[in-house]
C-alpha cells in the first residue's frame, strides 16, 4: 500500500446530542480514488468537512502526512490549498471572471506570480474544456460548466488530495456527463481523491475503493467489485437495493 496522505481516527462528531459521526477511522493513501456512498444524512458531507477543517470533530483526530492537523488559521490555510475541495453548489465568486476565480488562492495563498498563476489557470482550465470562457462570469454559465470551472480553481493549487462533495447533485441531468467525465480524466493523473457521490456506476467503475456510510458509521469499506456485487454488510445489501430499484 502506497503512503498514507490523510488519517481519520477514532473521530466522532455530535451537533447537540446528535451523533452524526461515530468512531470513523480511515485512511487515504496516495493516489487511491475512494468513493463514498450512502443515504442522505448518513454523515457523508460531515466527515468531508471535518477532513477539511469546515468542521471540528467532538473526539478523535485527523491527520496529514502523520502530524495532527490544528486548528490554527495559517496551518489551516495551508493544509487547504493540499487539501482541496469541490463543493456541490461550485461556490464560485459571481462577481469575478473565470480567469479571476481560477488565479485567487494561488496569487493570494500561494503568492505565485501573475504570470504563473495566470499559466496553471490556463492550463487547468483547457484540461476541464474551461478555456474559451476565461472571461465569463459564472452567472453566464450553465451548472455543468461552473462546476467544472471549480475543479479546474481546485486544481491550480496542485493539491495532494481533492475532496469532492456530491459534485453532480446540483445539476441537471444532461450535465451529470461532463463533470463525471472531467473527473474520470482526472482519476487517470494519479491525483487522489476522495468523492462522496450518489453516481453508483461511476463509484463501481472509477473508484479504487468503496466507503458505505450508514448512520454515522463506516459500515463497509471494500474494493468497488466486492462491495457492488458481493457486500458482506446487509445495509449495504439494502442500500445498494434500494438505490438501484429507486
Ligand atoms: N451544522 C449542523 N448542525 C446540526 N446538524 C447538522 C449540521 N450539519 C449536519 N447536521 C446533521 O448531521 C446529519 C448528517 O448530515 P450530513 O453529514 O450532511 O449527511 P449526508 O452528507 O450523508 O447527507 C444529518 O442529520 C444533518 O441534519
Ligand atoms: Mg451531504
Redesign the pocket.
Known amino acids: 500500500m502506497s503512503e498514507t496522505i490523510i488519517s481519520v481516527q477514532d473521530l466522532s462528531?455530535s451537533?447537540?446530542d446528535?451523533e452524526?459521526?461515530r468512531k470513523i477511522d480511515m485512511d487515504v493513501h496516495v493516489g487511491e480514488i475512494i468513493c463514498i456512498v450512502?443515504?442522505?444524512?448518513?454523515?457523508?458531507?460531515?466527515?468531508?468537512?471535518c477532513i477539511n477543517r469546515l468542521?471540528r470533530q467532538t473526539s478523535g483526530k485527523v491527520m496529514f502526512y502523520g502530524k495532527e492537523v490544528r486548528d490554527v488559521q495559517r496551518e489551516i490555510n495551508e493544509y487547504r490549498s493540499k487539501v482541496g475541495m469541490v463543493f456541490q453548489s461550485f461556490n464560485l465568486f459571481n462577481n469575478m471572471t473565470v480567469l479571476e476565480n481560477c488565479m485567487l488562492c494561488t496569487r493570494k495563498v500561494l503568492h505565485l506570480p501573475k504570470e504563473e498563476a495566470f499559466d496553471r489557470a490556463i492550463t487547468h482550465l483547457k484540461a476541464v474544456g474551461m478555456a474559451p470562457y476565461i472571461h465569463a462570469k459564472p452567472s453566464q454559465l450553465s451548472g455543468g460548466q461552473k462546476q467544472r470551472v471549480a475543479i479546474a480553481r481546485s486544481l491550480c493549487m496542485n493539491p495532494e488530495v481533492l475532496l469532492f462533495?456530491?459534485p453532480t447533485s446540483a445539476l441537471d441531468p444532461e450535465m451529470v456527463g461532463e463533470v463525471l467525465n472531467v473527473m474520470k480524466q482526472l482519476a487517470t493523473t494519479g491525483l487522489t481523491m476522495v468523492i462522496?457521490t450518489h453516481e453508483m456506476a461511476f463509484a463501481r467503475d472509477v473508484s479504487t475503493r468503496t466507503i458505505f456510510?450508514d448512520g454515522?458509521y463506516v459500515a463497509e469499506d471494500a474494493p468497488p467489485s466486492q462491495l457492488f456485487t458481493n457486500p458482506k454488510n446487509p445495509r449495504t445489501r439494502e442500500f445498494l437495493s434500494r438505490y438501484l430499484a429507486g
Open positions: 462528531k451537533f447537540g446528535h452524526v459521526l450512502g443515504s442522505s444524512g448518513s454523515g457523508k458531507s460531515t466527515l468531508l468537512r468542521e462533495d456530491e462522496v456510510m454515522g
